[in-house]
Nanobody
Framework: QVQLVESGGGLVQFGGSLTLSCAAS????????WAWFRQAPGKGREAVSC????????YYEDSVKGRFTMTIDNAKNTMHLQMNSLKPEDAAVYYC??????????????????????WGVGTQVTVSS
């Protein structure tokens, strides 16, 4: 049984930092493509970062480049999203997800949310201005 559990969300001031974690069980992190998505109220779910299962390249959505860092700890089967210089527009529910299809186009940021096989329940990030 696959289970993804996010943690680390909370309230942070503008310019502050948070580190999100996603603990995975039932699926190895070092084989598939993994992603962090976020969803703000009234908006669709968007991918902010992903690590490709083919070449381990990490991709970032333009608005978070230089501020967010996604890493994977294979020993602990956990992935992290270090978020620095947070802005009010970063406020959202953040989800981790795993893509298990064998079809792997380049740039995992282009994969639709519906194509991901398993999701965590999300963790809320709130940024005060």
């Amino acid at each position: 049984q696959v289970q993804l559990v996010e943690s680390g969300g909370g309230l942070v001031q503008f310019g502050g930092s948070l580190t999100l974690s996603c603990a995975a069980s039932g699926v190895p992190l070092d084989h598939y493509t993994w992603a962090w998505f976020r969803q703000a109220p009234g908006k669709g779910r968007e991918a902010v970062s992903c690590i490709s299962g083919t070449d381990a390249m990490t991709y970032y959505e333009d608005s978070v480049k230089g501020r967010f860092t996604m890493t994977i700890d294979n020993a602990k089967n956990t992935m992290h999203l270090q978020m620095n210089s947070l802005k009010p527009e970063d406020a959202a529910v953040y989800y981790c997800a795993v893509y298990t299809s064998d079809y792997l186009p380049p740039n995992c940021l282009t994969y639709e949310a519906s194509e991901y096989s398993y999701w965590g329940v999300g963790t809320q990030v709130t940024v005060s201005s």
